[in-house]
Structure formats: structure tokens, C-alpha cells
């Protein structure tokens, strides 16, 4: 499967009520890993009518669609529900851009407390780019950040925590890629003073971050992308189950 596999899935039209989309090729996944030791804040699965996407965690973190230049999400069948398609990779000058975002609420603000987060993403090889923002709070050059990503023309995911009061980069990258045609549950975590990346449940790096690290911004959580500008780091695949724990 390549670009042109993708093309086709991105024109299948957006769904406007419970009848599915045609089915996204490939096998279904298990639903995203999930780590049980503190609160669910936030929870998408995106199975929904269109419009505005509730969070299903009951906390209220409604998202919205903010976009650019022609850009759109559309539903995809994945396995019992559905999923969000992005748009294609793009390397035109002016591309479209979209992502998810919901206003700044202190419950998504860890502090110094672990957090987790992750998805269940589809990136086909052809689809990559420098790097595509999964799921975000913060930005690393203005504020404090956690953030899911992948990295680089191979598709590894990544994982990165930003301090609020020492804004270095905190970084760890995947053994391996996701950018395969299939279904994987990636996910980050930090316990203590590690972060580590997680692919279909499995740890594929970690590295050592100070206790005291805290992100604490007043940012908007962001699935997809970073906004509705041009330089969004946009994501170029399908999404499904995105979740947020902390504590």
C-alpha cells in the first residue's frame, strides 16, 4: 500500500450519522493500551456524528476542527467503530492543514505527576514527513509540552516532555516504525523520571527525565497538529482512540 492507497481513503466522503464509511484496509488492531493507575482526562473514539467531538472520559474536553487551506478529517470504518483519516502528505507550497483542539483546561496540566497518553494510528510508507503531531499540550519553543509524535521519513514514534521553567527538550524515539499500512497502539509515559514509548504495548526506548520537570501551559490540547497554521506539523494518517491519563 502506498500514496495512492491513502488518496483513495481520504476521498471517501465524511460520515454524518451512524452509517460506517467503507472499511480502512488491513487487519483490526487491539483497542489502544492503556495504563490503569490514574485518571482518564481525556478520550476520543471518534465513533460520533459529525460535528463536534465529545470526550468521552466525562470531563468535558470537547473537540473542535480548526483548519487551513482546504483541510478535513474524515471517518473510516475501524474494526467496531470509526476512525479519522487526515490529509495526505503534502510537499507543495501551500498545503491543506486541520487538527483537533480543545481549549486549555488545568486537568491536562500534569505538573510534576506521570502522565500517559497515546493512539491508534495507520501511516502507510510514502505518508511520512519530517515529523506529525499525534496528540500535544504545549509547544517546546514557547511554552512547556507534552506531546506524541512521528519522526522522520522511517515513521518511528516518538515521545517529548518540555519543562516550564527549563524549556529543554526531553526526547525518546522508537526502535521501530509504524509506518507500515497497519494498525498500531502507541503510547508514551512518564513514571517517575522515565519516559518511555510504547508500541502495541510493547516499550521501545526510554529515557531518564529530572523529578522535577513540570508542564503546566496554557495551551490547547491538539490531535493531528499543532493549529490551523501552515507549519502544523501535520498528522498524515488516520487516528483513532486517543487518551490522555494523569497521575
Known amino acids: 500500500m502506498g500514496s495512492r492507497w491513502f488518496a483513495a481513503l481520504l476521498a471517501i466522503p465524511a460520515v454524518a450519522g451512524p452509517t460506517p464509511a467503507p472499511a480502512v484496509a488491513g487487519p483490526a488492531p487491539a483497542p489502544a ?12 473514539t471518534f465513533n460520533g456524528r459529525a460535528g463536534a467531538i465529545l ?23 475501524h474494526g467496531q467503530g470509526t476512525a479519522l483519516a487526515f490529509p495526505a502528505h503534502c510537499a507543495t507550497a501551500v498545503c491543506p492543514h486541520v487538527a483537533l483542539q480543545s481549549p486549555s483546561s488545568a486537568d491536562l496540566n500534569p505538573g510534576t505527576r ?10 502507510v510508507p510514502g505518508q511520512t514527513s519530517k515529523g506529525q503531531n499525534i ?7 514557547t511554552s512547556s509540552q507534552w506531546k506524541l509524535q512521528v519522526d522522520g521519513v522511517a ?30 497502539a502507541v503510547s508514551c509515559r512518564r513514571a517517575a523520571t522515565t519516559l ?9 526506548g526510554s529515557t531518564a527525565v529530572p523529578a522535577k520537570l513540570s508542564v503546566t501551559n496554557e495551551r490547547p490540547l491538539s490531535i493531528g497538529g499543532k493549529g490551523a497554521f501552515a507549519d502544523n506539523d501535520q498528522f498524515n494518517g488516520a487516528l483513532d482512540n486517543v487518551w490522555v491519563e494523569i497521575g
Open 55 to 77: 470526550d468521552e472520559s466525562g470531563h468535558g474536553h470537547t473537540l473542535s476542527v480548526v483548519s487551513g487551506q482546504g483541510g478535513a478529517v474524515r471517518s473510516v470504518v
Open 196 to 204: 518511555t514509548v510504547l508500541v502495541d504495548g510493547v516499550a521501545r
Open 155 to 184: 515513521g518511528r514514534p516518538s515521545c517529548v516532555l518540555v519543562d516550564d521553567k527549563k524549556p529543554r527538550i526531553r526526547i525518546v524515539t522508537s526502535t521501530v516504525s509504524v509506518a507500515d499500512g497497519r494498525w498500531h
Open 114 to 123: 506521570d502522565i500517559a497518553y497515546g493512539a491508534d494510528v495507520l501511516i
Open 33 to 44: 493500551v492503556v495504563p490503569d493507575n490514574g485518571v482518564v482526562t481525556a478520550r476520543y
Open 135 to 141: 496528540v500535544q499540550k504545549g509547544y517546546s519553543t
